[in-house]
């Protein structure tokens, strides 16, 4: 089975400082890693993937994400957060031709003036 | 493209009333997913389709959930009788599948309070 753990609720950082949100998964087979991004009342938006090949990912926003296969974990980077930044952060694992995306629980991350 | 759209935005009811969620799926995907948000469970996987043929659905909880996709653009998830605890967002998401390695695409939710 596939699953994915963000081991904090929450995590506040100071704008200009950089920030990362932490995400670990388990798979039987290679994974797909995703991270997608809730502002209130809204839906899931998708940031970045990591499907092969280079292990720094980078997606929208300024965010960039890290695989790292021997810890088993991709976290999520950004090197100056934004106000704007401040959202529900959410990691997802699939493995190949399994249509059953997990998600994490979610982070909230908090950027303070 | 308008994206995924759902409705209604917000749904108030009595328990053991008759809940209907509808979804549109962005034009041309072939996959539609329908999820469940709340602070107890996180994000939960219902129910997904492939060209309109329910793949697994072992994520609904009980028979009182039935899901329905009669045609490419348009799905329902309905609760009969609905209950206090099903008071949840619901999230309807569609993608072009490719391999797994494709990105969902998000409604906005409908926010289900079940008095």
């Known amino acids: 089975a596939q699953s994915v753990a963000q081991p904090e609720d929450q995590v506040n950082v100071a704008e200009g400082n950089p920030l990362t949100v932490k995400c670990t998964y388990s798979v039987s087979g290679n994974p797909y890693l995703f991270w997608y991004v809730q502002y209130p009342n809204r839906g899931l938006q998708f940031l970045l993937k990591y499907i092969t090949g280079d292990n720094l990912v980078k997606g929208s926003y300024g965010f960039e994400a890290e695989f790292n296969k021997s810890q088993t974990s991709f976290h999520l980077k950004k090197p100056s957060a934004l106000v704007s930044d401040s959202a529900l952060y959410f990691c997802a694992v699939r493995i190949y031709n399994n249509n059953d995306m997990r998600f994490g629980a979610g982070t909230r991350l908090t950027v303070k003036p | 493209d308008a994206g995924v759209i759902q409705s209604p935005r917000h749904e108030v009811t009595e328990m053991g009333q008759e809940v209907t969620l509808r979804c549109k799926p962005i034009?041309?995907?072939?996959?539609l997913f329908w999820y469940r948000q709340t602070m107890m469970r996180g994000l939960e996987l219902l129910i997904y389709?492939?060209?309109?043929?329910?793949?697994?659905d072992s994520g609904m909880p009980e028979d009182r959930f039935s899901a329905k996709m009669p045609n490419a653009s348009f799905s329902t998830l309905k609760i009969q009788p609905s209950e206090p605890r099903d008071s949840a967002v619901y999230f309807c998401a569609s993608s072009l599948r490719t391999g797994g390695f494709e990105k969902l695409f998000f409604g906005s939710g409908t926010q289900l309070s079940v008095l």
């Open positions: 034009s041309g995907h072939d996959y």
């Open positions: 389709f492939n060209n309109n043929v329910p793949i697994d």
